[in-house]
């Protein structure tokens, strides 16, 4: 299975376009976000293209492909005018025989861990960081980035997932960095 993950589009149109057309164009079969899908947040700049009603509407339209998690900025009111589920804090993926847990980060992170086996992957994105460490028991944690507001000097990304294999890009096409299982 081939998935395009991103996070924290944070009601971006301009981004939520881009991901959607990475999506297309890598010939993707699900579409993971790791939440903060409409909502900018009270710590963040007004993304450039903010304009979360039309991000509504791409998103819904693709919601047979979305597989999505809460974000620290997503709500109840958020899940009205969503027609995808978004409200579960996690998910459990079992890929080629990998154990991933992917949420969005403000719960669940290398500090405050989920139960992990040794050599399972979390999966989060919530710092807009990219990320790929190992840490505990054997596990590795890995950040997309983000697809709207990216900090620390990283650019706009996002990751696929091919055979055991994470790779970041952004969205000129870029590979940033590769990590296979």
Not at 8 to 26: M, N, Y
Not at 31 to 59: C, E, M, Q
Not at 123 to 152: D, I, M, R
């Amino acid at each position: 299975m081939k998935l395009l993950i991103a996070s924290d589009l944070h009601g971006d149109l301009e981004s939520t376009e881009l991901v959607l057309k990475a999506f297309s164009e890598e010939k993707c079969e699900k579409l993971v976000l790791l939440g903060d899908l409409l909502y900018h947040g009270p710590r963040n700049d007004l993304p450039k293209t903010y304009a979360p009603k039309s991000v509504i509407a791409l998103l819904n339209a693709n919601k047979e492909n979305i597989l999505a998690v809460k974000g620290n900025c997503d709500g109840e009111v958020d899940q009205m005018v969503l027609d995808f589920p978004i409200l579960a804090d996690y998910a459990l993926l079992s890929l080629d025989g990998l154990t991933v847990f992917a949420t969005h980060g403000h719960h669940h992170n290398t500090e405050t861990p989920p139960p992990l086996n040794k050599g399972d992957i979390l999966l989060h994105g919530h710092t807009h960081v990219l990320k790929c460490v190992e840490f505990g028991n054997g596990n590795c944690y890995l950040n997309p980035g983000s697809a709207a507001l990216p900090k620390e000097n990283n650019p706009r990304t996002y990751m696929i997932y091919e055979n055991r294999c994470f790779t970041v890009k952004d969205f000129e096409g870029n590979v940033i960095f590769t990590k296979i299982f």
